[in-house]
């Protein structure tokens, strides 16, 4: 008998996006995507680790003025009551506890209140659920799970890490079953330089309009620069011909420089940035491009700041975002730099499943069925089961002697690869044999040594390689 | 020079209970101590998935009518709403969304709207945190990590499932650095229908009153048996002596049977403990008891119940309950039944803070940190570090070529047992040294081949042995 298992794309009837959610914005896997999720956030808490990042986790409540204190973004928050509490919420009132709506905010709250059980630079990566209001749409869920690195000095904070969690990042991409992805850098510095040099001063003005570049075009930002913040034509062009500028190595100094703007902060930036991006060029080669249009205009970054696409995929926005912060937080006088980036998991898993992008070897942990071949051997399938698991070999046991060709299809509708059958002699002795599902071949084994090919060890997680082309 | 770097408690300065939190309930680890706790999880992971659970997750929200459906506990919830909704809540509206209290709720939920998705009896295992808004007191935390497997089947369950929830916690709770636990079993059956043999109706407030022994001991049981359900002295006498009734093995059958009741759910309970007993006595022996007091008053079971005392920490409450549903969940005329258990993770690990239960041999998940002699040299570091990395040795490069005292101290705050230390001769051909900060050795080493002994490649967590006695 030859049952088929084939590969399964994850998409299709399995895919989540066509299937009905019973709360819009707020996904949930079927145990096969799961395996996805869970293989892309092991791979990234490896990568972490290997370079010296600590996990933590935050509680899923703030105080609803820890959240505000960045900005505008109370619009999207979740608020969190008692069920007894009846009362209308009182808008004034900043003590009640809202869901955090990202990670490095509750970051910040945790690096003051332990600053004394700390050691600064402090690394630490977190993988956690966030909530945001948002009117749901692809790439935006109202709860989505972000993983975060940062390092957080304490005074001062080598610019040199500004050029280590890019790395670490790319790393961490390179290793997941995503293609190709391009990290965008800038420099808030030789931005903000710039625009004071050419005499803008509401440069978080100009930061808010560049922002909007990708979506309304030359034209348009142009506009909005001159009638907005009555910049003049010729202001408004060179703002924009500084946007217009990208290059995978430091050659974009020059293209700067032509455009002919002294200023000191520019300067700065100038360097931090060729720095940046003479490591990543060397280091991870086709992973980050410096890119003088990206802002990232509402948080407050002040030097670096980071976007990346998934190429071929730019529509759904950046998966990997973040900059440097010279005050991550503060407490009385002592101030903490900090830099870092966060991923979007559940936009960039999303994506992978809606696209086909990934595939599975099987739906279920478990690489061994036990069958019964007598409703009393259960205690002995079990003994037998507990042999293989000791060698890492996920099993699980019949309940029933049903008939063989019953348990064989239960295994492989399950998406178990191997069935494993015993027999008992009139003396009681065993022998084995085993059954892979997929090719029908049946073998005699030996308990104590049989070890499935490493690939059926645990679900294998691949990208599907586009063959359409 | 030689620089102590002693096995860390996870106690005293170090514990989180001591403290001082800024949201009462809400538990925040030390990256040190979040070691410990994703130690516990992935070890949990590891056992589940080799038993072929497969993880799944469910949304943190789910309407107020699905969190209700299961009884009273609507007065502990927190419900969600967005910031901008300032009317006072409508008490009525169950399609308010609140936080999710378990992991059970949301997974029959899950089932019935993924049912066409899965394969039954479906294995799997969540590890979430859950809120609830009690009072918070050692045990009970407002918002806390569970740690859920269950078996659901289509229509029905092998009652084998049964024990083989048992043994896998069993087994995962014996893998887990916390001393020695005895699961308690007992079976809804057996108990109602020892109380319809003696002639108590009221199961329901039988098994309410049974639940409060430990608290109120049996005078008081005996008193309110008598008053509130009007059971006769004699009732109530056989009823204790039914809940007093405790055995490693089948030997409780013996001693129920001598209590002379008779009555046919009864004998199925009697029959179905004794088989889990019997199991979990010849499979995993001193884990388990059947323990005749169990009730698991509020939950809905239908046969087996599980509680699982920590021995020396009784009074903690139970760190692994469950139990057995009829009807886990049902959809129109389709019932799944169940059947599963739940550690409480915050409670067993806050547990295991609060009394210096368990060291960690560090804080970081470095092994390696590379030391500069020249600021320039920090990219070959980088090259060094990388190295290192490809053979899963954690590694952080300095970002500045300080004294190299100043690096060692730096690597011995962070708590990173090596230093790296390479220098360059004129020919630029590079040799490299290691110290090992605990015992001061510096020796020469081999890029290509250098591997940290397997105790030193992650921090190990080990249960602390009592010496006290």
């Known amino acids: 008998m030859l049952i088929a298992l084939p590969t399964i794309l994850l998409s299709g009837e399995y895919a989540h996006m066509s299937r009905k ?42 105080p609803l003025g820890t959240l505000l204190r960045k900005g505008e973004i109370d619009k999207e928050v979740y608020t969190v009551s008692r069920i007894h509490e009846t009362n209308a919420p009182d808008p004034e009132d900043t003590s009640r506890l809202a869901l955090h709506f990202d990670l490095t905010v509750p ?12 050691t600064f630079p402090f690394r630490r990566y977190q993988i956690q659920k966030v909530w945001r209001g948002e009117r749901p749409q692809e790439g935006r869920a109202r709860e989505f ?16 890490h500004d050029i280590d969690v890019a790395l670490v990042m790319a790393e961490a991409l390179s290793t997941l079953p995503i293609g190709q992805f391009i990290i965008r850098i800038n420099n808030r510095k030789l931005a903000e330089g710039f625009y004071q040099g050419i005499g803008l001063t509401d440069t978080a003005g100009v930061l808010r309009n560049i922002d909007k570049l990708e979506k309304i075009g030359v034209e348009k930002v142009s506009e909005a620069l001159q009638e907005e913040l009555g910049a003049s034509p010729e202001q408004a062009k060179l703002a924009l011909a500084l946007a217009q500028i990208r290059a995978e190595d430091s050659s974009f100094v020059d293209d700067v420089r032509a455009l002919g703007v002294e200023n000191e902060l520019l300067e700065e930036g100038l360097t931090e940035l060729a720095e ?8 991870a080669p086709g992973t980050a491009v410096a890119d003088l249009s990206i802002a990232r ?19 759904l926005g950046s ?20 830099v870092g980036l966060s991923i979007g998991v559940t936009r960039l898993i999303s994506r992978m499943f809606s696209q086909d992008m990934v595939q599975a070897s099987r739906n279920v942990p478990t690489t061994v069925y036990v069958a019964l071949t007598d ?3 259960w205690s002995s399938a079990q003994d037998i089961a507990q042999s293989l698991r000791a060698r890492g070999i996920s099993t699980e046991v019949a309940t029933k002697a049903e008939k063989f060709g019953k348990q064989i299809r239960h295994a492989d509708r399950r998406g178990i690869p191997y069935v494993w059958f015993t027999n008992y002699d009139e003396a009681g002795d065993a022998s084995h044999e ?22 059926d060890l645990r679900p294998v997680i691949t990208k599907v390689e586009d063959t359409a082309n």
């Not at 972490?48 to 996990?55: A, I, K, Y």
């Not at 993983?147 to 080598?158: E, F, H, K, M, W």
């Not at 009385?332 to 730099?337: A, D, I, L, Q, V």
């Open 375 to 377: 409703d009393d051997d």
């Open 107 to 118: 970051f910040a709250r945790y690096v003051i209140e332990n600053a004394g059980h700390l």
């Open 21 to 62: 959610t019973s709360l819009s914005g707020f996904h949930e896997w079927l145990p096969q995507e799961r395996l996805v999720e869970l293989h892309v956030l092991n791979t990234l808490a490896e990568v972490f680790e290997l370079h010296g990042f600590s996990s933590i986790e935050t509680r899923a409540v703030e």
């Open 297 to 315: 205009g509402l948080d407050y970054y002040t030097g670096t700041v980071y976007e990346t696409n998934l190429v071929g995929h730019e529509q």
């Open 276 to 283: 940046v991006i003479d490591q990543l060029y060397k280091r």
């Open 145 to 160: 799970t972000q993983a975060d690195i940062d390092v957080v000095g304490d005074g001062a904070l080598d610019f040199r």
């Open 319 to 338: 998966i990997c975002s973040g900059g440097r912060y010279d005050a991550l937080a503060t407490k009385g006088k002592r101030t903490f730099p900090g």
């Open 434 to 455: 085993i059954k892979d599902i997929r090719s029908g071949e049946q073998v005699s084994v030996d308990l104590d040594t049989w070890m499935p090919p490493t690939d």
